[in-house]
Nanobody, 117 residues
Framework: QVQLVESGGGLVQAGDSLRLSCAAS????????MGWFRQAPGREREYVAR????????YYTDSVKGRFTISRDNAKNTVYLQMNSLRPEDTAVYYC??????????WGQGTQVTVSS
């Protein structure tokens, strides 16, 4: 199991950028694929992006392709989500997750992102 702590959320205007960070505990961070998810008020938690253990492969949900970039620094046990051209519909609590057995198993506490129009 890995402990995860997100940071970097905030209140921004439409078109602005934010970078979220997720710091992981433990020495085995590089063995986990990592992902970002989000949950808007009254909605189900949804997948946003995923990155392979080495960082060589990245995947995105269609609504963020071309705007968001997931990356990781295994030396710092940290995964990032660079969010550009933010839209009001990106407003949500953003969570990072560590994958085990191909599913997100370990979750952070979340960080709020609010985009005003």
């Amino acid at each position: 199991q890995v402990q995860l702590v997100e940071s970097g959320g905030g209140l921004v205007q439409a078109g602005d950028s934010l970078r979220l960070s997720c710091a992981a505990s433990g020495r085995t961070f590089s063995s986990y694929a990592m992902g970002w998810f989000r949950q808007a008020p009254g909605r189900e938690r949804e997948y946003v992006a995923r990155i392979s253990q080495s960082g060589s492969f990245t995947y995105y949900t269609d609504s963020v392709k071309g705007r968001f970039t997931i990356s990781r620094d295994n030396a710092k046990n940290t995964v990032y989500l660079q969010m550009n051209s933010l839209r009001p519909e990106d407003t949500a609590v953003y969570y990072c997750a560590a994958y085990r057995d191909y599913l997100p198993r370990d979750w952070g506490q979340g960080t709020q992102v609010t985009v005003s129009s």
